[in-house]
């Protein structure tokens, strides 16, 4: 009886909150949860349209497809938007964020898509991420000015987005010409397509506020972007593949307020443009395309970063300069670098070490990405580096006899650190007998050694 009575008094508590906090708790819930709430009781029913977060994923219908069923299910899907949507503009509430997965398989998908983003764009939406699979590529059939775009008019003339996220294999079509979106300030684009140059000369330029660009690109199509901003402060390009590349794929980076870049791609034919007159940290994973491009050019891309504070370059990068620079390739002097993270698989990647600590005059820390694959001629005893972090060390006696090497002619290190992996197990004893190795073993006189799990 007592338990009985705790849990009423449980649920009399909840439904004495104030309303618009259960809208808050409700706006935390999966869609499709939250609004099966207003099953509960009849002061539960219409507290579905005080939710101000809106994520509607067709694939939880239509995985696994039941071709036979499909239509059945896609209409329940519509249906249920189109319900949802309804009841939020019947109260007047304000839509923060508004998620769409959707199967596009005609042109009525379309109009549906798009009649669902109008519909929270008109109403003041903050985040739109919608995530389109087209697997149909014919007219859409509409009154629109601009027809052949996927996504509509309105999302491009919003006065309120701050944060758009639009993906995925998409090719959206000719953007209109008179595209403003004043408050938006991160923009993620995963595999669109855009028509001609309308990412750089349309979308961008009516992106007056934006601080975040994305651009991600998992297709064999490769496109020439020309990424043109005055206000991106933080700055991610990420390709996978290198089908598509020849001697005519270029990227340019014209951006200089960007203070962070991360750069994952295959070497390009040559970089005509970059401007990152404000770059502080870079990143960049930069591939050898075996097939496609035999000489890349990296001047462009290393001149336009020489600026940078931190350089992180994987192992892949490492190689890929190197090999350039066998070819002729100078490498520029880093005049403000202090923080060099540096990965290696081959001989080939650690002959880069010494000649780009030889171009970084105030290099203080050196961070070396694993040691298994040290060649053992290289060293940085004549450099006069501050602080050495070694990430992934396992202790192994292969790794303290490489960083004896890599360590030779060195008097002293102020500070060393190493980073165990996490299938490491580090006891006391482990600490013991790190600290007893690169002191003695090793002969590094240290004054902090740290120890990360």
Known sequence: ?????????????????????????????????????????????????????????????????????????????????????????????????????????????????RRWISSVVERGVLEVDVTLR?????????????????????????????KLRLGTDTNVGKLPPDVFLPALKSLFLDTIMFDDQDLSDVLLPGCPMLEELTVVHKTDFYPNYRISSQTIKKLTVFYCYDFGIDDGSRISFDAPSVVSLNYTDYALYEYPLVNLGSLVKAKLDISYSKTNIKRPDLSGL????????????????????????????????????????????NKRGWKLLPYLLKHSPKLETLIIQGLDSYTGDVTIGLFQVKELHVVGYKGTAKELQHLKSLLAGTECIPKMQVEFPEDVVVDDAKMIQTRRDLFILVGVVSTDVAYFE
């Open 302 to 345: 290393l001149v336009g970063i020489s600026n940078v504070e931190t350089l992180h370059l994987s192992p892949d990068s490492t190689d890929l300069i190197s090999r350039c620079v066998k070819h002729g390739l100078v490498l520029p002097v880093f005049n403000n670098l202090v923080t060099l993270s540096f990965g290696s698989k």
């Open 1 to 113: 009886m007592e338990s009985k009575k705790l849990e009423m008094g449980s649920r009399d508590l909840i439904s004495c909150l104030p309303r618009e906090v259960l809208g808050e708790i409700l706006s935390l819930l999966p869609t499709k949860l939250a609004a099966s709430t207003s099953l509960l009781s009849k002061k539960w029913r219409y507290l579905f349209a005080l939710v101000h977060s809106l994520d509607f994923d067709d694939t939880v219908l239509l995985q696994p497809p039941p071709e036979e069923g499909r239509e059945e299910l896609k209409e329940s899907f519509r249906n249920f938007v189109d319900r949802r949507l309804a009841l939020q503009c019947g109260c007047g509430s304000r839509i923060k964020k508004f998620s769409l997965t959707y199967l596009v398989t005609n042109s009525s998908d379309v109009v549906d898509e």
């Open 134 to 162: 087209p697997r149909w590529l014919g007219p859409v059939h509409t009154d629109e000015v601009h027809g052949n775009c996927f996504l509509p008019y309105h999302l491009f003339r919003s006065k309120t987005l701050v």
